[in-house]
Structure formats: C-alpha cells, structure tokens
C-alpha cells in the first residue's frame, strides 16, 4: 500500500480535491450535484447509512458524531474541491472513502458504466498556515468562474460585477453560506472549527473581489 506524501492530522487544515478519471465528467445534472451534496452530509459521521433507506429532508437526519469539519466545498463538471479538518484519526481517508464510494456506485448504476470513476486517490494538501488556508478558501470559491471565462487567470476578468453575481448564484459551492443566504446546505459547513475569518462576511466578499482583480497565481 503506498503512503501519502501529506500525512493528514487530525486538527489540521486541508484542501482535499480530485477529479473524473481522464478528466470525464463526473457532475451531469443537477440531480447528480445533489446526490453529492447529501452525500456530504451522510458520509460525515461514525454510522454508516445507506441513502436510498432514508427519506424526507437528507440534509436534516440525525447522522450521529461528525468524523471531520467542513470549511469549504465546491463542486465543478469533472471535480471537487473540500477544506477539511479531521475530528478523529483518521477521519479525512474515512470521510472520503464513504463519500467517493457512495457516489461511485450511484454514478456507475444511473449511466451504466463499471469501472473507476476517479482519478485514482484523492489529492491533499496541507494549509499549515493563516495565509495559505485563507488562499485556500478564496480559491475553492472563485473556481466556478472557469465556468463562464476559462481564461479569466490568464488575461484578467473582463466583468467584475458579473463574475461576482455569478458566484453568488452558483448552487454547488459553499460560498453562499458565507454571504447570508439561507439555504438547507448550510447545515454542511463548521464554521465554528475554523478560524474566525470565516465569520466575516463584509471580509470575505472584500477577499473574493480582490482575487479577481488581481489574479495572485490562482
């Protein structure tokens, strides 16, 4: 078994990503987004639940104790971005496991494929520092804008404002539960286990339209 280049420490702050193996498609609809979400929600906890037995609100079932804080999420066609912390060892690989799992198989048996659907394991890397977790935090969140200017790092963003509105509409991405919006994700995200910068919402925005203006190797 091959070990990890970045051990993951229970307490510490990581940007956890992978991708559609050969870059495919992982996200088709909005269905498979959700299938995702709820995923998020069950696949954090010391339980394990099979999806298709729970009915009602998935977002609101008693899932028991939470294996791992989330800060950050953001879901794009081929990928997927999360900012972890672990609660207990080994809590991140655990975490992940029932979620790429879960929805591997759910994504084999709705388009009838076999085979791996992720580019082999889950790619981590460590923000061992304020600096680096709030670049971490701003990137995850401006990855949508790829969606409607993909070159938007290389040449600047030609619409502030519409770049801006369209993250504040785009559904798979935490940044709305940042930005006061009252929404059933919102019970995702532990805001409580990062640090208080998270918190500020005036911050945040501030933080979010200066990477677009200025680009600072995203």
């Known amino acids: 078994m091959s070990l990890r280049k970045v051990k993951l420490v229970e307490g510490e702050y990581y940007h956890i990503y992978n991708r559609g193996n050969s870059k495919q498609i992982i996200f088709h609809n909005d269905h498979d987004y959700q299938y995702f979400i709820k995923l998020l929600y069950l696949s954090n906890s010391t339980n394990n639940f099979k999806i298709q037995n729970i009915t009602g609100d998935k977002l609101s079932f008693d899932r028991g104790q939470n294996i791992i804080s989330l800060g950050a999420y953001c879901l794009m066609p081929n990928h997927f971005h999360l900012l972890i912390t672990s609660k207990i060892?080994?809590?991140?690989?655990?975490?992940?496991?029932?979620?790429?799992?879960?929805?591997?198989?759910?994504?084999?048996?709705?388009?009838?494929?076999?085979?791996?659907?992720?580019?082999?394991?889950?790619?981590?890397?460590?923000?061992?520092?304020?600096?680096?977790?709030?670049?971490?935090?701003?990137?995850?969140?401006?990855?949508?804008?790829?969606?409607?200017?993909?070159?938007?790092?290389?040449?600047?963003?030609?619409?502030?404002?519409?770049?801006?509105?369209?993250?504040?509409?785009?559904?798979?991405?935490?940044?709305?539960?940042?930005?006061?919006?009252?929404?059933i994700e919102n019970v995702l995200i532990q805001k409580k286990d990062f640090p208080n910068y998270f918190f500020q919402k005036d911050q945040i925005r501030k933080d979010i339209f200066e990477w677009l203006s200025y680009r600072q190797d995203l």
């Open 89 to 183: 060892e080994n809590g991140i690989s655990k975490f992940m496991q029932k979620l790429t799992t879960g929805y591997s198989m759910y994504f084999n048996k709705k388009y009838k494929r076999s085979g791996v659907l992720f580019e082999g394991k889950f790619k981590s890397q460590h923000a061992g520092d304020d600096i680096y977790l709030k670049y971490l935090f701003s990137y995850i969140h401006l990855n949508p804008i790829k969606l409607i200017q993909s070159d938007w790092k290389e040449v600047g963003i030609t619409n502030k404002l519409q770049a801006l509105n369209f993250l504040e509409n785009y559904r798979y991405s935490s940044y709305l539960n940042y930005i006061d919006i009252n929404r």
